[in-house]
Structure formats: structure tokens, C-alpha cells
């Protein structure tokens, strides 16, 4: 997967690339047919703002999330993709139908 991660009036750190990248990878752990994902982090005033695309095979997941610290508002971005890839994984295999089990017997 490959990840772009840019800044609006904040200077992306190495810290800060490492942190966004590893929590990523955990939306990968569900779902690892992502094509690519793009990151934008910014600062408005006091609030430090999250926004991600998560770019699918047919389909795209955004979300965003503010708080007043950086790696929170990460955490929490984190946490609604983690979710959304999780609801799109499930409405796929509830479109293919159940899978087939083998008979014992």
C-alpha cells in the first residue's frame, strides 16, 4: 500500500510519518486489498485536523478527525477507518453470499 502523507501549516516529521504509517498498518491487518491512502494532517488555530482516503478496488473510504493534539486526532482517525473498512469488508461478502462449508459425514 502506498501511503502519501502531506501537511497543511504543520511540517510532517519523521515522528509523526512513523506514527501515521503504524496505524495504518492495522487497517491493513483487515483488509489488505487497499490500493493506496492519502493523508492529509493541518492545524487551524488550536485544533489539529486528520483527513485520510483510503483508495479500494471500485470504491473509496474517507475520514476525517479533529482534537486539540496531533497523535489523538491520529488515534481517532485511525479507529473510524479501522471501522469503515471493516463495514465494507463485511457488505462484500454479504453480496458474494455465504460461503460454502464441507459436509462431515
Known amino acids: ?11 510532517v ?3 509523526i510519518r512513523d506514527y ?3 496505524k495504518l498498518e ?8 487497499v490500493i493506496d491512502a ?5 492545524v487551524d488555530k488550536l485544533v489539529q485536523k486528520v483527513e485520510a482516503t483510503l483508495h479500494l478496488r471500485g470504491h473509496d473510504i474517507f475520514a476525517s478527525s479533529e482534537d486539540a493534539n496531533m497523535y489523538a486526532a491520529i488515534d481517532s ?5 479501522d471501522r469503515a473498512v ?4 463485511e ?9 460454502p462449508q464441507a459436509e462431515i459425514g
Not at 500500500?1 to 511540517?11: C, D, P, R, S, Y
Not at 492519502?38 to 493541518?42: E, G
Not at 471493516?86 to 469488508?89: D, E, F, S, T, V
Open 1 to 11: 500500500m502506498n501511503i502519501q502523507i502531506t501537511g497543511h501549516h504543520v511540517e
Open 13 to 15: 516529521t519523521a515522528a
Open 20 to 22: 501515521v504509517q503504524a
Open 26 to 33: 492495522r487497517v491493513m491487518r483487515h483488509f489488505d486489498h
Open 38 to 42: 492519502q493523508v492529509i494532517l493541518s
Open 77 to 81: 482517525l485511525a479507529d473510524k477507518l
Open 86 to 89: 471493516i463495514r465494507h469488508k
Open 91 to 99: 457488505k462484500q461478502q454479504d453480496r458474494r453470499g455465504p460461503t
